[in-house]
């Protein structure tokens, strides 16, 4: 697939100085670009990059995406804040890197009610938002007198949403799906007719029946979350509404395999992402190369509605990557590299309820990681007796047939060490991978002597940027981090029995 590369950033908006009421009317300085545009934004749970038709996967079959990509733009390097359901929603839906959301950083917790968030802000601005199924969470809202993605539409859907909007104002709603989040039907996919034999297998994973039929069961709800795209589109196609729609499809962390969600690895921080918008896209097809980041897209749906962006937010508009006509790099400097981190997915540590912290710098040559935490488990204890949360099991894993194979399988031979090793045994406080030579991120060259300069710069440059977005890992207080409350479960030990933790 060509690959094309814009050159300087074209003229997009005068600065904007709106107030937050209801049907501003879109007043960019640029008249070409049209007026406020609607916003479908679909989300899967735990789709990663690159399982889509159009990134070149020979069994995965996802024509909606591709459909997407093609009539609007792909992005090759798009990345979540946190490889972990609610921090990166939290991310997503307030523009700002989740290290800065004190609870929100942390999976199965909450949200202040005083951080903005882009749909009630398009609310406020004369939006009809609404969403389906899972886009916060998991966690609590209890102190929350709307939610934060507006109305819920599970009973009916999108359709049901269209329904009710009369069309005399713009719309922008999140759809959510379960698909592909674990459990899956064992041997869904290759009943399904996948071929197993012709997955492209992450190389963090041994090459057992076993593990190619849960890849292809994963593969099963890809396609089926695809389906649910599809007719959304032919929703809007029925309304004459495509071409006024700014298409958003992505998922919010990797896949639910071992090394991949919970890791700030590429398979569990890259995510897939196209971009449709048939009014305001002027060069449909393009692949793009330019970071981006999960904290870049509300500052993108609050500038599109001429809605003023928060000072708070740490993400970057994309408005000038979508309107450009020039191929290539269109921010070179500003999109060459991209931040992601962890904090608390599960408590899956023994004897304390900390999680894994992690920061982390990617940029096209190299992925340098900082472990905060090196003496805990980066996947979970497998000492599952003294867990702190009972029978916890390799806790930031989710259970699932490659999970019990490779532990099943640890001593089998070399390999199954190695692999069992890189997926769960602890890490140590920095990581450097040279993508260029190692795209799966499997050789550490932190220790390497010829790699030290390397590792000082992009170390540096790190600590730089969580300084300046205030990160209590580098500024104080990360404390909190471990200590605000839990308000899920963990994956168990298969041994676990309800009631024996008492």
Request: aromatic share 12%; proline share 8%; with cysteine.
């Amino acid at each position: 697939m060509k690959s094309h590369r814009p050159s300087l950033r074209s003229s997009l908006f005068c600065l904007f100085r709106l107030s937050l009421v209801p049907a501003i009317l879109f007043t960019g300085c640029n008249r070409s670009l049209p007026e406020r545009p609607n916003i479908l934004f679909a989300i899967a749970d735990d789709w990663g990059w690159p399982h889509a038709g159009i990134y070149g996967d020979p069994v995965v079959q996802t024509p909606a995406f591709d459909r997407v990509a093609e009539e609007g733009v792909l992005l090759n390097h798009a990345y979540v804040s946190a490889p972990s359901c609610t921090p990166s929603r939290n991310a997503l839906l307030t523009g700002q890197y989740h290290w800065r959301l004190g609870h929100g950083a942390n999976l199965w917790s909450t949200l202040d009610t005083s951080t903005p968030v882009f749909p009630i802000m398009l609310e406020d601005a004369g939006y009809k938002i609404g969403h389906y199924r899972k886009i916060w969470g998991p966690g609590k809202l209890d102190q929350w007198d709307r939610h934060p993605a507006g109305k819920n539409y599970d009973e009916g859907g999108f359709a049901a949403f269209l329904d009710e909007w009369t069309g005399d104002r713009p719309f922008c709603f999140l759809l959510g799906s379960s698909d592909p989040h674990r459990p899956y039907k064992e041997g869904s996919g290759v009943t399904s007719g996948m071929d197993p034999g012709k997955i492209r297998l992450f190389e963090c994973f041994p090459d057992a029946p076993e593990v190619r039929s849960d890849v292809a069961d994963y593969y099963y709800e890809v396609q089926r979350f695809d389906t649910l795209v599809a007719e959304a589109i032919r929703l809007l196609e029925l309304r004459g509404e495509l071409d006024n729609t700014i298409i958003v499809v992505t998922g919010d962390n990797g896949m639910p395999f071992p090394r991949c969600k919970a890791n700030n690895y590429d398979a569990g921080v890259r995510m897939p992402m196209a971009i449709r918008w048939g009014k305001g896209i002027r060069h449909p097809g393009r692949v793009l190369d330019d970071f981006v980041s999960f904290t870049d897209l509300a500052p993108t749906f609050l500038e599109l509605a001429g809605v003023e962006v928060p000072g708070v937010v740490t993400g970057k508009s994309m408005t000038g990557l979508l309107t450009s006509r020039i191929d290539g790099l269109v921010e070179r400097e500003n999109r060459s590299f991209v931040l992601h981190g962890k904090e608390r997915h599960v408590p899956g540590q023994e004897k304390h309820m900390g999680g894994y912290p992690v920061r982390a710098i990617r940029n096209h040559d190299f992925l340098y990681i900082r472990n905060f935490e090196p003496g805990r488990w980066p996947s979970g204890t497998p000492n599952y007796l003294n867990a702190a949360i009972p029978y916890c099991w390799l806790g930031d894993c989710d259970n699932g047939p490659t999970k019990t194979y490779m532990v099943e399988n640890q001593d089998r031979d070399e390999q199954h060490r190695i692999l069992y090793d890189l997926a769960f045994g602890k890490r140590p406080a920095e990581e450097l991978y040279d993508c260029r030579n190692d795209p799966a991120q499997l050789v550490n060259l932190a220790g390497d002597p010829e790699y030290a300069e390397v590792k000082e710069k992009l170390a540096a440059q790190l600590m730089e940027k969580l300084t300046a977005t205030n990160d209590p890992r580098v500024t104080g207080g990360w404390e909190k981090f471990d200590a605000y409350p839990y308000y899920g479960m963990g994956p168990r030990h298969p041994s676990y029995r309800p009631g024996e933790e008492k």
